[in-house]
């Protein structure tokens, strides 16, 4: 059962607005606002009543809030009663016909059924459900069509009648085999990249189209001034028109949870980001071609390209599956490099500049023998260690050869010594199937291919760890009420209070011991909330807390405290500066972000080095740390040698993920026998809406 509750203590208004906000949530999951079919309803019986729903085709049955107290069902049906009015529209989507609080008393006015009761949305995502209402009142061929449809069987009779009416933008889905498979199917890069040029040729260049070639020239001349040997510049193809692009992969949670991997690319430029936007039409001057924005703006659809999914269902049965696709796509990108694309009638091409994607994806997909999993569990080890970083030699350990990843810095670490072209490759045989298609720079190492990726480093690694050892030991130290219960309560008011005045939206709603990890004074606390954005939150009110004119005084007398908050700033300085920058970051910014970068490292050091002095279990030291070093470091190394460094956070996963989460939800609604095809389909159907939807915002803008 799906609840999205909160507590049938709160006060009305904020129930009815956490109501409309979930049902809106709902339509948007199952179809979008204009297709959702839903129901609004009441119940004491929630099981039977989702039963008796599912049977009539409706997807998913949703719990808008429970009450546990008789003397609250008038409450409950007032609540149904305002949500019917909020979203009624003569039946259309919201097929309500009465205005609800029916059904659930006596003719007396006493309750019909015991406590609780439940108010539920249920949704039918079912297009062929629409048209069946729609084709009553409207002539439409196409929908009459779709009406006829079997609702057993919807999926390809559908996708045929989009696909007839123009409604899929041409795009084929192609086969090969790979594996045991003989017709395995994907999205030919060069295919679906010519279809998309016709009308959104701005959102596969990531600059305007009338800039294309003067901001493409002004990013290889910069670039070469940071990779001087890098193979693409040996060959012979005009630059003006190479167009960079990094490749992403992840897991997503499909049918039945299972896992389904999902490879994608995207431009390495963009539309910014929401605090730097950057416009991609024609309102850019000519004088401002060299402004290149990052891709972190706009939806995941429109600027993230599939080439295929594949379910753990199909890849238990056939290991050499997923190694073949990565073939398969290695060699439709270097078709890419080397044949090109026909747009705007000039030939394009695609280079990858690099893989993009968390660290248990990188080990698979490039054979890695050395990775997080290999650090050792205790003190020591008589065993050899084989390392745990793919960029350097970090966590060797062998006789009186020793290389701690725990050492943080920019200069002093001994591990430094073996990153670059001091590394020993992290793999026994070529890294993968996909790297032997790729162009490298000789001047480093093979393994620099895979990049360090902030958001799964910072906010899924780093900064989960802090937060929490930080609001465990300040809650502590700021309110001491005597129990982790009553400091934690007091946490959370300073906490609403913080979220209010800076109008902010936390997904895990509040904190508590679970979210914190905190079991004990024994273990090392680490957050476990699901959405990884509210770590930056998190990490804002850290600062926020500790710069609170009510705390000065003890913080001013509190070493740990005020190393906390010099770190907190520190960090929060260097997060600033990633995303109001461009993809190059200028001189200026550069030093700004290792000054702050290492102000944090060698802060977290300190912090690691009091709290085990004075016998506090906080702040743990685990590979991520390593690995943000490494981001830091990568900076401080680019800046010596051009002046310039690459955005961290253009290399960052933050909209790819949101892409791999909305792809693999396309997943888990589609037959388990078909879900790679079917998957394609309903992907290219969820592109198309999301490049209209943003053509249609540029025009309007």
Not at 528 to 543: C, E, G, P, Q, R
Not at 622 to 635: D, E, G, S
Request: charged share 25%; net charge positive.
């Amino acid at each position: 059962m799906d609840f999205r509750t909160i507590s049938e203590t709160k006060i009305a208004s904020r129930i009815l607005h956490r109501c409309v906000k979930v049902v809106n949530n709902i339509r948007s999951e199952n179809g979008g606002k204009s297709l959702c079919v839903f129901k609004i309803g009441i119940t004491s019986d929630a099981w039977q009543r989702r039963e008796s729903y599912l049977k009539q085709n409706f997807k998913s049955f949703v719990i808008l809030h429970k009450v546990c107290q008789a003397e609250l069902l008038g409450m409950c049906e007032m609540l149904e009663a305002a949500l019917i009015a909020e979203f009624h529209d003569n039946v259309r989507c919201c097929r309500n016909k009465q205005g609800g609080g029916e059904s659930m008393r006596k003719k007396d006015f006493s309750p019909r059924f015991k406590p609780p009761y439940y108010v539920y949305c249920v949704a039918a995502k079912d297009i062929v459900l629409d048209a069946l209402a729609a084709a009553r009142r409207d002539p439409c061929e196409v929908l009459q069509k779709i009406a006829r449809v079997k609702l057993s069987s919807a999926d390809v009779p559908l996708y045929k009648i989009f696909r007839e009416n123009g409604l899929t933008m041409g795009i084929d889905i192609s086969f090969a085999k790979a594996g045991k498979m003989e017709r395995y199917p994907y999205l030919k890069p060069r295919h679906l990249l010519e279809v998309l040029s016709e009308r959104y040729f701005h959102k596969v260049l990531g600059v305007p189209v009338h800039l294309a070639e003067q901001s493409l020239e002004i990013f290889w001349r910069k670039y070469r001034t940071l990779h001087p040997e890098h193979e693409i510049f040996q060959q012979y193809f005009p630059l003006p028109q190479l167009i960079p692009y990094y490749l992403h992969g992840d897991g997503g949670r499909g049918y039945k949870k299972e896992a389904v991997e999902i490879l994608s690319m995207l431009p390495a430029l963009g539309a910014g980001t929401n605090q730097s936007p950057v416009k991609l039409d024609r309102k850019r001057n000519h004088s401002d071609a060299d402004q290149q924005g990052i891709n972190l703006s706009g939806s995941s659809g429109a600027t993230r390209f599939l080439f295929t999914v594949l379910s753990s269902l199909v890849f238990k049965k056939d290991l050499g599956l997923f190694d073949d696709l990565l073939e398969l796509w290695g060699q439709q990108l270097q078709a890419l490099l080397s044949d090109g694309f026909w747009a705007q009638g000039s030939l394009w091409r695609i280079v990858i500049l690099g893989f993009t994607g968390d660290s248990p994806f990188v080990k698979k997909v490039s054979k890695m023998n050395r990775s997080f999993n290999n650090v050792r569990k205790t003190h020591a080890s008589k065993n050899p260690q084989k390392g745990c970083c793919w960029l350097c030699h970090a966590g060797y350990e062998w006789e009186d050869v020793s290389y701690p990843f725990e050492h943080l810095g920019l200069v002093t670490p001994l591990w430094i010594q073996t990153s670059g072209l001091n590394n020993p490759l992290p793999w026994s045989d070529d890294g993968g199937r996909l790297l032997r298609y790729m162009l490298l720079d000789p001047a480093e190492s093979a393994a620099a291919f895979f990049r360090a990726d902030f958001f799964h480093v910072y906010h899924a690694g780093v900064g989960k760890d802090f937060a929490a050892s930080a609001l465990i030991y300040a809650m502590k130290q700021c309110f001491g009420l005597g129990s982790i219960r009553k400091d934690l309560a007091a946490l959370n008011d300073e906490l609403r209070n913080f979220l209010r005045r800076n109008k902010l939206h936390l997904h895990c709603g509040y904190l508590t011991e679970d979210l914190l990890g905190y079991s004990g004074t024994r273990d090392f606390p680490e957050g476990h909330w699901s959405k990884n954005m509210d770590t930056a939150i998190l990490m804002k009110f850290v600062v926020d807390l500790l710069q609170n004119p009510d705390f000065h005084t003890k913080v001013a007398c509190d070493e740990i405290l005020v190393e906390i908050l010099q770190t907190g700033i520190a960090m929060g300085n260097a997060v600033r500066i990633f995303f109001k920058g461009d993809y190059f970051m200028p001189s200026e910014d550069c030093q700004a972000v290792i000054r702050n970068g290492h102000a944090f490292l060698c802060g977290y050091a300190a912090l690691v080095s009091m709290c085990h002095a004075a016998s506090l279990c906080l702040f743990k030291l685990r590979p991520k740390i390593h690995y943000l070093n490494h981001i830091f470091l990568r900076v401080l190394q680019e800046w010596e040698t051009a002046g310039i460094a690459v955005n961290p956070c253009a290399e960052a996963t933050f909209m790819s993920e949101d892409f791999v989460g909305k792809t693999a939800r396309i997943s888990r609604r589609v037959d388990c026998k078909a879900i790679a095809l079917k998957t394609l389909q309903r992907y290219i159907m969820w592109m198309q809406t999301a490049l209209d939807k943003d053509l249609l915002l540029h025009l309007l803008g």
